[in-house]
Structure formats: structure tokens, C-alpha cells
């Protein structure tokens, strides 16, 4: 395979890798990008309609076509657009209503990764003294 910025691009044989030039290289990785194949390194789901920007500034909102149906997408955070609802029909309005939902929930991006505190040593606790348990009277025999 051939690397460029992100993009994995297969050859057709081993023996290509020996034999390939700069300019074949170059077209087998534009040819990938212009396929934009799903997967993990595919590139970004084909764009239904722009929206225009956010009010609060950062970036655009687009209504976006993926693997499990349209979503509108600003920034990190993708919002799945409703059961039924067109994605031709929908507003900014619409998409922001979406976007602060899905961000309310949680959404967008990646928490960080935080390693783990240092184990602490589990503190003793104090264990209330065992009472030995009351022995019943023998039973007298009768006789």
C-alpha cells in the first residue's frame, strides 16, 4: 500500500512496490480520495446540503449522508437527524436545535484519556470484636 496524509491507498501487486514511481504513487492516492471509500480511514461522508455557519462562530454546519443515515454535522459533533425527516428539508434552525441537544447529552468528540490515580492503600477498617455467642442452658435431664 501507499500512505500520504491519512490516506491508505492499495497497490494491485507486491511486485508494485519495487517498481512504483513518484507520478503512479501519486495518481493510485488521488484515485482512493476520489473514491472516498467508507471505513476507518475513508474520509468524511458525502455532503447533502451546507447549512452555513454556526451564530456562536467555528464552523460550518452540514447535513451529512453516513453509514447509518443523514446527520447534521458542526465541528466534532454529529447529530442524527430524526426518523423520517428529510434531509433536504432541514433548517438551521432545525440543525441547531439538534446540535445543542446532542451536545447537552454529551456528544462531540473524545473526553480526553486521564490515567488512572495512583492505587491508594485501601484504608483498615475497624472490625467490631466478635461476641462469642450466648450458650442456652442445658437441658435438665429428668429423672
Known sequence: FVLHDGTYANLE???????????RAVSVIAEKQ???????NGGTAAALK?????PDGGGKIVVRDGKYGPYVNFGKVNATLPKGKDPQSVTIED??????????????????FRKAAAAKAPATKKVAAKKPAAKKPAAKKKG
Open 34 to 40: 476520489l473514491k472516498g471509500k467508507g471505513g476507518r
Open 50 to 54: 451546507e447549512l452555513g455557519d454556526h
Open 13 to 23: 501487486s507486491i511486485e508494485d512496490v519495487f517498481s512504483i514511481g513518484l507520478n
Open 95 to 112: 440543525a441547531l436545535a439538534l446540535i445543542a441537544e446532542k451536545e447537552a447529552k454529551g456528544g462531540g468528540g473524545k473526553k480526553p
